[in-house]
């Protein structure tokens, strides 16, 4: 099976910051890669798929990059709305997997 | 409107069995995959099963293989997730998912998320 590492586990920014989340592939997934945000109480939402393409409707604020073990979700200026928890999921092989998660707190 | 409207789960005892549904709307549902992905209590998420447009390929977590099926029903635009033998550590929120059309298992769209709790 395929293992994400997201790191940090736990971030704290101030609004305005520029903020990078990394997630690691325990093997190479080429581009196949989602990052989500979720609030307290709600369902995961969509903001990055196949690494760098913004989901419809996501602010230009986020961004992806990388391919094969390592990439990148950056927030390029933090939002209020932005305090949430950030996953990154493969989509390259069967079982799918999620990384841990990184809680991005208001400092 | 794009909607998924999730049923079932509830509280069960260790050993036994529960069956979830989830309802699409506002889409082509035979042409879209589907997903079932869980969360315990303050924890993160664990993708479940997904189940392809037409139903022949079906794919599972290793923590659900032999327990969980993954099925779906078209002409009732309803994907359901059958578990069986529950274990304590099966307790979650369990969301149902929609794949994109051109990247299948993308989770675009999601249920509001249905309580699951194994417990004696």
């Known amino acids: 099976d395929i293992q994400l590492t997201q790191s940090p586990s736990f971030l704290s920014a101030s609004i305005g910051d520029r903020v990078t989340i990394t997630c690691r592939a325990s093997?190479?997934?080429?581009?196949?890669l989602a990052w989500f945000q979720q609030k307290p109480g709600k369902a995961p939402n969509l903001l990055i798929y196949?690494?760098?393409r913004l989901q419809s409707g996501v602010p230009s604020r986020f961004s992806g990059s990388g391919s094969g073990t390592e990439f990148t979700l950056t927030i390029s200026s933090l939002q209020p709305e932005d305090f949430a928890t950030y996953y990154c999921?493969?989509?390259?092989?069967?079982?799918?997997?999620f990384g841990g998660g990184t809680e991005v707190e208001i400092k | 409107e794009l909607q998924l409207l999730q049923s079932g789960g509830g509280l069960e005892q260790p050993g036994g069995s529960l069956r979830l549904s989830c309802v699409g709307s506002?889409?082509?549902?035979?042409?879209?995959?589907m997903a079932w992905v869980r969360q315990a209590p303050g924890k993160g998420l664990e993708w479940v099963a997904a189940?392809?447009?037409?139903?022949?390929?079906?794919n599972y977590a290793d923590s659900v293989k032999g327990r969980f099926t993954i099925s779906r029903d078209n002409s009732k635009n309803t994907v359901y997730l059958e578990m069986n033998n529950l274990r304590a550590e099966d307790t979650a929120l369990y969301y149902c998912?929609?794949?994109?059309?051109?990247?299948?298992?993308?989770?675009?769209?999601w249920g509001q998320g249905t309580l699951v709790s194994v417990s004696s």
């Open positions: 189940i392809s447009g037409n139903g022949e390929s079906r």
């Open positions: 506002g889409f082509t549902y035979y042409s879209y995959a």
């Open positions: 999921q493969q989509i390259k092989s069967f079982p799918l997997t």
């Open positions: 998912a929609r794949g994109m059309p051109s990247r299948l298992y993308y989770c675009e769209v």
């Open positions: 196949a690494a760098s």
């Open positions: 093997q190479g997934i080429s581009i196949e």
